[in-house]
C-alpha cells in the first residue's frame, strides 16, 4: 500500500538540541523519522517505528514512522536533516531557496532500516 | 569558582543574553536561564563528538595533520580554484565573518550564508517592499496582538515566548499572556498552535492567498474574498482581519513556512504590504524567525562590507549579486563550483541531494568545531573554537541587535577569526610564490 | 619623524582669515607646525586652492544606512557620478566598492577623502544599536569620525523631565553618551518616535506625548538644560517636529525661538537645528506648498544662538533615513514605495525609503530651491554647514555638483529654466543673485564645523591642527566660479591631494593610502551622589523593560579604534 503526501521539513526542539551532534544517535533519532497523523498511518498499515519509504522525484529514504495528531490528512513531517534533504526538491524557482516545504511523494511501509548519517552521506561519496 | 553573568547564547536568533554559567577548572558545571538547546550548547560541548584535530583527507580517509598543514593544504586549493563556492559562516561571530569576506574578495569567490536555505526569501520580500520592523523589546512592551505564521518557537526559539513575545511582561503589557491575543498560522497543529488562542490551519503552500485575502479585508474589499481560501472559510479570516484590526500593537513573527513555502518571497512581500496597511489603523511591524543565532549578523556584516545581504559573487572583482543565480544551491545544482570553503554551518545536512552531490565531487574544505556530515564530504578538516563558548565576538539577534558574545573558557582550538586569517595569508604567500 | 612641506599653496583658511594667500604650509608627525626641516618631502601646490579637510557635520553613513542598503540592491551598481559611485574592483590598495547613495562601507571612506573631505559625523546612533555604528565606523577608513546618540523619545528621558529631576536627566545623558560612545545629544521630532509606537505622531511643540505627560517643547528644554550642564562639546542637534509638512516653517522658528533663552555653557551657539530645507516649508498642503525660507532665514539673520546645516536636495534617487519613524510611513504611502521600520524600545523609531527627486515635480524643485535660499539669505556663513543630510537630500558624492550652485548664478539659472511655472511661483531663488566665493564655501564646509563641534584642531590650519588637508587643482582669481561652474565641480570631484594626519590619502583623485581614522566619544563626568541613584531608576527600566541586560548594552573598548575621549566636567 502506498499513500501520496505532500512532505514538508521543519525545525524540531530535538533536531536543534543534535545540532552540534549530529554524528550521535539521537541526531539520527530525531531526524530520521517522518511524521503522519495516525488515520494515514493505519492507511499504510504501519505502526510507530516501523520503516517507511519515502520517494520523490529527487529520490528515496528509508525513515522511520512516527505518528503525529496535529497533521492534517496526507501532509507528511520529516525534520530538516540528511534524510529530509535525500529527496527535497533541489529547484530554487530562480530565487535561490530550494524548495523544502510541500514536495509532492509517495510513500509505503518497506524492511529496509534507515541507514544511518555517515552511511546516508557515503552514497553520496559513491555516486 | 567563577560565576559568569548575562552570557550570551550562542545558538538561536533569540540571543538570549541572561545566561548565568559556572565555570571549574575549565569546564561549565552549571547553565542557569538556558532553554533545551542552549543547555544542550553550553554543556553538550564535554559530551558531543568535538573534531579533535586538523585532518586532510588521503585515500578516502581523514588522517590527522596540524594546523599549518591543513591550512596550506587549504590554501591550495583555494588557489588552484577558478570557482569557489564560500558557505554558512553563521555560527559564528561577525568578525570572522568580515575575514570570510574579505578572503572571498581576495580570492574572487562567491559567499553565502544559511539565509540560502532559511531566510533569504525574506530579504528578497524586503528589497520588494522593505521591512517594516521593530526591536523584540517594543513586542514586549506593546503588542496586544501577536501572530506567529509558519513558525513554531515552542521548538525553535524555546525562550522567544517568555522573553519577548506571548508571555513576556512590559510597560504597556504588565498582565503578560492575559494581555495578548495569541494566533498561530500554520500547516499542522505544532506545540506553540497549542498554546494560541486562535489556531488558523491553511492549506500547504497557500500563504500568499490568505496574506491577499487579508489584505482585501483591512483595505474594505471583503467582497471579493470567496467563502473559502486557503483552506480557510472565509468567515474565520473576517474575524483574523479584526482582530488584527483592532490591536493597539501588533506583530507578526514569521518563519520557514512561509519563506520556504510556495511563492516563497512573494510571501513575505505581500505580508510587508499587509503591515502597511494596517498601519492605516493600527501600528503593526513584522519580524522574522531567524535561526542560526547569527545568520543576521551575516547579512548585517556582508551589507555594509559588500552591499549585499548574501550570494555575493566576487568574480568580477566587486560584488554582484543576483540570487536565484548567485545563491549557494544554484550554483551547486549548476554544477559550478570547482571548490567548496563550508564554515560554521552544514551544507552536508541541509543541502538537497542534487547540490551535496556536487559537494561530494569537489574538494571541500571545512571549519567547524564539530563533525558533522559536511565533514563525511569534506577534505581539509579544519577544527575551530566555539564562539561565545571558547571565542569571544559579535552577533545579531533576529531583531538585527548586536551583541557581544564572551569567552567563557579557554580553548586549545584557534578561533574562526583566526583560522580565515591564517588562511589569506597563506593565499596571499602561494599567489606571490605563483 | 616625518615632515612634509606644502608650498606655494593657495591658502583658504577662514579659522585665520586667511582668503586665498600664497603661503606654505609645515606638517610634522601628522601635525601642522610652523617650520620643517630641509629633509621635509614637499608636495608642490603652486596654483592650487589649500583648504583643511572637510568636516560633514550631519551625514547618515554608519548604521541606519545599513537598512538602506538593505532594502535597495539596486542602489550598488547606480554610477550616477562617474569616479564617485558605482561597482569598482578591489585593488592592491583599496577594497572592492558599490553603490551611490548608500555605498559599502569602504567606498564611503574613500570618496569622502577624494572629496577632500576629512571627518565625518554619523547624525543619529540609536543607544540600543550603538555597538552596531561603531562596528561600521571600523569599517569605514581614513576619515575620523564622531555620531550623535538619540535622546528625543527615550522613556528615561522624558519620565525625568516630567518629574523634574534636571540632575538625574543629565546624569543620564552622559551615561548614555558613555554606553553608546556617542559625540553629542540628537532630538529628532521630539516625543514624535514615541507617539509613533502606538502609529501616531505629535503635531507640535505643545502635543503631549501619549502616557508620558510631557510636551516637545518641554524635551527639548530638558535636554538643552542637560547638554549646557554637561558643558558637552556641540550644542543640542535638533531635527524638528512636523518635519516635510507644508507650514512647518512657523514650528521651526517656534522651536528656534524657544532656545533663545538657553545660555551656551561653551563658546558655541546653543542650538543645532539640522536639514532645515525639510523644515522650511510654508502653505497650507501640497497644493499650495511653497518655500518658506525667507522667513526662517529672516529669523536666523536676526539671531546669534543657533546654527544649522542645509539639507540641499539632489535631483535624482535618494534614500531617505531618519529616526522620524511617522515621516518615514507617510513617504511609504504617499510615494507607494517600500518602507522599512524599526522601533527601538524605550527609546526611538526609525524608517527608511527610497526616493526620487524629479525637477519636473514642482514640489520636489521647490525643496530644491529652498535649501539654496536658506544658503544664500542666511547672510553669516558661519551659521551654516553644508550639507544635503546624505542619502536624505542626495548623496555626499553630490557636494560639488552642489557648490556650483552656491557659487554661480547663471548655473542655478540653467537649472530653474526646466522648471514649471508653478515651481517658479513658489520660490524666491531666481530673485537671488549672491554667489559665494572660496573663502564661504570653505567656512560652510569645515570652518563652521570646527567651531560648531567645538573641535579646534579640525577645519582649520593653524600650526597644532591636525594635518588634514585638501588640495584641490584650481586657482582662484584665476578662474570665475560664476562662469566656469564645469572647472569647479572637476576640482572639487577629485582632490590633487587629501592628506590626513600628514599621510597622503589622495592624490590626483585617485587613493594613496587607507590609514585608519579616530573616533571621538564623550565621557562626561558626573558626581558619584548623583549619578548613583540615577542608576537605580536604570536598572528597573532593565530589569523590567529591556530585552539586553545592562551588562550587555554598553558599547565595549574593543569596538572603538583610535578611540579620542573627550572629558567635560558636570556643573551640579
Known amino acids: 500500500m502506498k499513500i501520496k503526501a505532500n512532505l514538508i521539513s521543519g525545525r524540531t526542539a530535538n533536531q536543534g538540541a543534535h545540532l552540534e551532534a549530529k554524528t550521535h544517535k539521537g541526531y539520527f533519532d530525531a531526524c530520521a523519522y517522518c511524521e503522519l497523523n495516525s488515520a494515514d498511518l493505519e492507511k499504510l498499515g504501519a505502526s510507530e517505528g516501523d520503516s517507511l519509504k519515502v520517494t520523490t522525484e529527487f529520490g528515496e529514504v528509508v525513515v522511520f514512522a512516527k505518528a503525529n495528531g496535529g497533521n492534517p490528512d496526507g501532509l507528511a513531517f520529516i525534520p530538516m536533516g540528511p534524510w529530509a534533504n535525500a529527496v527535497l526538491s533541489p529547484d530554487t524557482h530562480g530565487c535561490g531557496m530550494p524548495g523544502f516545504k510541500g514536495v509532492p511523494a509517495e510513500i509505503e511501509v518497506t524492511d529496509e532500516k534507515p541507514l544511518d548519517m555517515k552511511s546516508l552521506m557515503k552514497k553520496y561519496l559513491e555516486d | 569558582m567563577p560565576v559568569i553573568k548575562d552570557a550570551v547564547c550562542s545558538l538561536c536568533g533569540s540571543l538570549c543574553d541572561d545566561i548565568t554559567v559556572t565555570v571549574e577548572d575549565n569546564k561549565i558545571t552549571k547553565i542557569e536561564n538556558a532553554c533545551i538547546l542552549g543547555h544542550s550548547k553550553f554543556v553538550g560541548m564535554f559530551e558531543h563528538d568535538r573534531i579533535e584535530t586538523p585532518m586532510i583527507r588521503k585515500d578516502g580517509e581523514l588522517v590527522p595533520v596540524s594546523y599549518e598543514e591543513a591550512i596550506e593544504a587549504a590554501a591550495k586549493i583555494l588557489v588552484n580554484s577558478k570557482r569557489t563556492l564560500s558557505y554558512g559562516w553563521c555560527s559564528t561571530s561577525c568578525e570572522a565573518i568580515s575575514g570570510a569576506i574579505k578572503l572571498a574578495e581576495e580570492t574572487g569567490s562567491l559567499i553565502d550564508s544559511t539565509a540560502n536555505v532559511c531566510h533569504g526569501p525574506s530579504a528578497l520580500a524586503a528589497q520588494e517592499k522593505g521591512s517594516p520592523s521593530a526591536s523584540l523589546g517594543v513586542i514586549k512592551n506593546r503588542a496586544d496582538v501577536i501572530v506567529f505564521w509558519g513558525c513554531n518557537p515552542v521548538h525553535a526559539h524555546p525562550r522567544h515566548m517568555s522573553r519577548y513575545s506571548s508571555f513576556s511582561k512590559g510597560l504597556f503589557t504588565e498582565k503578560g499572556r492575559k494581555a495578548r491575543t495569541m494566533t498561530v498560522i500554520d500547516v499542522r497543529k505544532t506545540d506553540t498552535a497549542k498554546l494560541a488562542d486562535k489556531y488558523v490551519e491553511i492549506e500547504q503552500g497557500s500563504d500568499l492567498l490568505l496574506v491577499t485575502a487579508l489584505r482585501s479585508i483591512v483595505n474594505g474589499h471583503e467582497d471579493v474574498v470567496p467563502e473559502t481560501i486557503a483552506g480557510v472559510p472565509k468567515a474565520e479570516i473576517i474575524e483574523l482581519a479584526e482582530t488584527l484590526k483592532n490591536g493597539k500593537f501588533v506583530c507578526i513573527f514569521f518563519g520557514m513556512g512561509v519563506t520556504q513555502s510556495r511563492s516563497k518571497y512573494k510571501n513575505g512581500d505581500a505580508m510587508a504590504s499587509l503591515i502597511s496597511d494596517l498601519n492605516q489603523h493600527t501600528k503593526a511591524v513584522m519580524i522574522g524567525m531567524r535561526g542560526h543565532y547569527n545568520v543576521t549578523g551575516f547579512g548585517q556584516v556582508a551589507t555594509w562590507e559588500t552591499g549585499f545581504p548574501m550570494a555575493i559573487d566576487f568574480a568580477k572583482g566587486y560584488p554582484y549579486y543576483n540570487p536565484g543565480e548567485t545563491g549557494a544551491n544554484d550554483l551547486l545544482v549548476r554544477e559550478e563550483p570547482d571548490a567548496a570553503i563550508i564554515a560554521a554551518a552544514d551544507a552536508g545536512a541541509h543541502f538537497p541531494q542534487k547540490a551535496v552531490r556536487h559537494l561530494a565531487r569537489i574538494p571541500v574544505i571545512q571549519i567547524d568545531p564539530y563533525a558533522n556530515p559536511t565533514t563525511e564530504l569534506a577534505d581539509v578538516v579544519i577544527p575551530s573554537a566555539i564562539v561565545g563558548i571558547e571565542a569571544e565576538g559579535t552577533a545579531y539577534r533576529m531583531d538585527a541587535i548586536s551583541l557581544h558574545m564572551k569567552k567563557l573558557i579557554d580553548s586549545k582550538f584557534k578561533t574562526d577569526e583566526e583560522i580565515v586569517k591564517d588562511l589569506t595569508v597563506k593565499v596571499r604567500e602561494l599567489k606571490r610564490g605563483a | ?572
Request: with cysteine; charged share 25%.
Open chain 3, 1 to 572: 619623524m616625518s615632515e612634509i612641506l606644502i608650498k606655494n599653496a593657495s591658502v583658504c583658511d577662514p579659522a585665520q582669515g586667511i582668503n586665498c594667500e600664497t603661503m606654505d604650509i609645515c606638517i610634522r608627525d601628522g601635525k601642522i607646525v610652523d617650520s620643517v626641516s630641509e629633509n621635509a618631502k614637499v608636495i608642490d601646490a603652486e596654483g592650487k586652492l589649500t583648504m583643511a579637510g572637510g568636516f560633514d557635520g550631519h551625514t547618515h553613513s554608519a548604521g541606519k544606512i545599513n537598512v538602506g542598503r538593505f532594502i535597495n540592491p539596486n542602489d550598488a551598481r547606480k554610477n550616477l557620478v562617474p569616479g564617485l559611485s558605482g561597482q569598482v574592483a578591489r585593488t592592491e590598495k583599496t577594497r572592492a566598492q558599490v553603490g551611490y547613495n548608500t555605498p559599502n562601507t569602504y567606498a564611503i571612506g574613500y570618496r569622502y577623502a577624494k572629496l577632500g573631505y576629512t571627518t565625518i559625523c554619523e547624525a543619529a546612533i540609536p543607544l540600543l544599536a550603538a555597538r552596531h555604528t561603531h562596528e561600521e565606523f571600523k569599517e569605514i577608513p581614513i576619515l575620523d569620525k564622531m555620531g550623535l546618540s538619540l535622546f528625543g523619545s527615550n522613556w528615561q528621558v522624558m519620565e525625568y523631565i516630567r518629574d523634574k529631576e534636571p540632575e538625574k536627566l543629565a546624569a543620564y545623558i552622559a551615561w548614555g553618551l558613555k554606553a553608546s560612545r556617542g559625540y553629542g545629544v540628537k532630538i529628532v521630532n521630539p516625543g514624535g518616535g514615541e507617539a509613533w509606537g502606538w502609529g501616531k505622531n505629535v503635531s507640535g511643540l505643545y502635543d503631549p506625548v501619549p502616557n508620558f505627560d510631557v510636551t516637545p517643547a518641554e524635551i527639548l528644554m530638558g535636554l538643552a538644560e542637560a547638554n549646557e550642564r554637561l558643558q558637552l562639546p556641540h550644542s543640542v542637534h535638533v531635527h524638528c517636529n512636523n518635519l516635510g509638512k507644508p507650514g512647518n516653517y512657523a514650528t521651526t522658528i517656534e522651536t528656534m525661538k524657544l532656545f533663545e533663552k538657553v545660555k551656551p555653557s561653551r563658546d558655541r551657539q546653543s542650538l543645532h537645528v539640522t536639514h532645515v530645507q525639510f523644515n522650511a516649508y510654508a502653505g497650507t498642503s501640497w497644493r499650495d506648498f511653497e518655500t518658506g525660507a525667507p522667513m526662517v532665514s529672516d529669523y536666523i539673520n536676526g539671531a546669534n544662538h543657533l546654527t544649522f546645516d542645509l539639507g540641499q536636495v539632489i535631483f535624482g534617487p535618494a534614500v531617505t533615513m531618519t529616526a522620524d519613524g511617522p515621516v518615514e510611513y507617510a513617504n511609504s504611502r504617499m510615494l507607494h514605495e517600500k518602507w522599512s521600520n524599526q522601533d527601538i524600545e524605550l527609546e526611538d523609531a526609525s524608517g527608511v525609503v527610497p526616493l526620487f527627486y524629479s525637477p519636473k515635480s514642482f514640489v520636489n524643485a521647490v525643496q530644491w530651491a529652498i535649501g539654496l535660499e536658506l544658503a544664500l539669505l542666511v547672510k553669516d556663513p558661519w551659521k551654516i554647514m553644508f550639507t544635503t543630510d546624505s542619502p536624505n537630500g542626495g548623496s555626499f558624492v553630490n557636494y560639488p555638483e552642489a557648490f556650483t550652485y552656491l557659487m554661480s548664478a547663471k548655473r542655478r539659472e540653467e537649472v530653474i529654466s526646466g522648471f514649471s511655472k508653478m515651481a517658479l511661483d513658489r520660490m524666491v531663488l531666481p530673485g537671488i543673485d549672491r554667489e559665494l566665493d572660496f573663502y564661504e564655501l570653505a567656512v560652510m564646509t569645515r570652518s563652521a564645523q570646527s567651531k560648531i563641534y567645538s573641535r579646534p584642531e579640525k577645519g582649520n590650519l593653524k600650526a597644532g591642527s591636525d594635518a588634514d588637508i585638501a588640495i584641490y587643482d584650481i586657482l582662484p582669481g584665476q578662474i570665475d566660479p560664476a562662469t566656469e561652474y564645469q572647472k569647479v565641480k572637476k576640482a572639487f570631484s577629485g582632490a590633487a591631494y587629501t592628506l590626513k594626519d600628514g599621510v597622503v590619502v589622495v592624490k590626483d583623485g585617485e587613493i594613496e593610502a587607507t590609514p585608519k581614522g579616530r573616533i571621538y566619544w564623550v565621557n562626561a563626568k558626573v558626581p558619584e551622589n548623583i549619578d548613583s541613584p540615577m542608576q537605580k531608576d536604570l536598572d528597573l527600566k532593565f530589569k523590567k523593560y529591556y530585552t539586553v541586560s545592562k551588562s550587555n548594552y554598553m558599547v565595549e573598548d574593543m569596538y572603538l579604534e583610535n578611540p579620542v575621549e573627550i572629558g567635560t566636567e558636570g556643573v551640579f
